[in-house]
């Protein structure tokens, strides 16, 4: 999801399934809402299909929306032999414009992870076509709440598990997987390997940040695979949202910093809340500003994310990590837990 690019309800509105966490001035997907109604430029329209790399085409599907950017991107690869990549939500038109465009050389379909936007298609599409699904694995459980539930394709079925390294041969491109568990724990990016382009799903976006959402959305494998993928010698991101990325190393570096920032503005109002604790919705109006009611609901799981990052290190602490509603304190200091004897 874009925050940034707002266009009015869309189909996959109320699932925090994409991106969007409000960002500080700067960040990609800064909080500056658009008003509704936003017109997408030409060439990010939905039913588009455009040639984004050698050999790489883009298809974005009907589900523009807050969570959802433009839309979800599903990619071609290849030529008599094609893989595709995120089919997106089960739609008609889009069902129509992939068979299509692919004909009947698609082979495989991958998925980049079990949300509502990117992977219900696959079951129509693999029926329609005989293709073989390919994905990381199958929806994770809900929380205890049911939290998340309804964000993910419960009907998903995949034909073959890919890990993390697993290689798909087409014959004419070799495509990588990359394990990138954080928005969600089955989540994989895929690397076309001779061009180093990597089709990032929901782990990377253009212009907006990512929603993650416990308890299956996790800040700290999240931050650990945002360091993975910047570790590799990516050339270029096509996002599962949103524009070509051109600059994949600068994107990736302002959403640590960004992570970072936000984590530290997370403790720093902790501080003051020792006695009582104070919840997510507390530090929300503490460190946000000005958010609707959607973007609200965005900051609140983000900041639960951070909380429950600090509670594994030890950094902070609650009666029940599980619970959104739950009070968070400061960590005590190793000092206060145990008092000096001598
Ligand atoms: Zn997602």
Redesign the pocket.
């Given at each position: 999801m874009t925050t940034g690019r707002h266009t009015g309800p869309g189909r996959g509105d109320p699932a925090p399934?994409?991106s969007g966490e409000p960002g500080p001035g700067g960040v990609p997907g800064a909080a500056d809402p658009e008003p509704p109604g936003r017109i997408w430029p030409e060439h990010l329209r939905p039913g588009r299909v455009s040639e984004v790399a050698p050999g790489v085409r883009r298809v974005i599907a009907p589900n523009p929306g807050y969570m959802t950017g433009p839309g979800t991107n599903t990619y071609l690869v290849g030529g008599d032999r094609l893989a595709l990549l995120d089919p997106g939500p089960d739609d008609d038109a889009h069902l129509d414009c992939l068979l299509e465009t692919a004909g009947d050389r698609l082979l495989w379909i991958l998925v980049t992870?079990t949300?509502v936007?990117?992977a219900p298609l696959s079951t129509r599409l693999a029926e329609r076509t005989g293709a073989e699904v390919i994905a990381f694995g199958p929806p994770p459980r809900p929380g205890p709440g049911g939290q998340g539930g309804d964000a993910h394709y419960a009907a998903f079925a995949a034909h073959r598990l890919f890990a993390d390294g697993d290689r798909l041969d087409g014959g004419d491109f070799v495509i990588e997987a990359v394990h990138t568990p954080g928005?969600?724990s089955n989540h994989l990016c895929f690397e076309l390997v001779d061009q180093r382009l990597l089709f990032s799903g929901?782990h990377v976006m253009d212009g907006s940040t990512v929603v993650i959402a416990p308890p299956d959305g996790d800040m700290a494998t999240y931050m650990e695979s945002l360091q993975k993928v910047r570790a590799r010698t990516t050339r270029r991101i096509a996002p599962g949202h949103g524009d070509m990325i051109d600059d994949p190393a600068a994107v990736l570096d302002e959403y640590l910093r960004h992570r970072r920032g936000r984590e530290a503005e997370v403790l720093s109002v902790l501080a003051p809340g020792v006695q009582r604790g104070i919840n997510s919705e507390v530090i929300v109006d503490l460190i946000y500003q000005d958010l609707g009611e959607e973007l609200r609901k965005v900051a609140r799981l983000t900041v639960w994310a951070h909380l429950r990052k600090l509670g594994s290190e030890g950094r902070a602490s609650t009666p029940d990590r599980d619970d959104p509603e739950a009070p968070w304190y400061l960590a005590p200091p190793a000092a206060a837990r145990e008092p000096e004897i001598f």
């Open positions: 399934t994409g992870h949300h936007d990117h928005h969600t929901d």
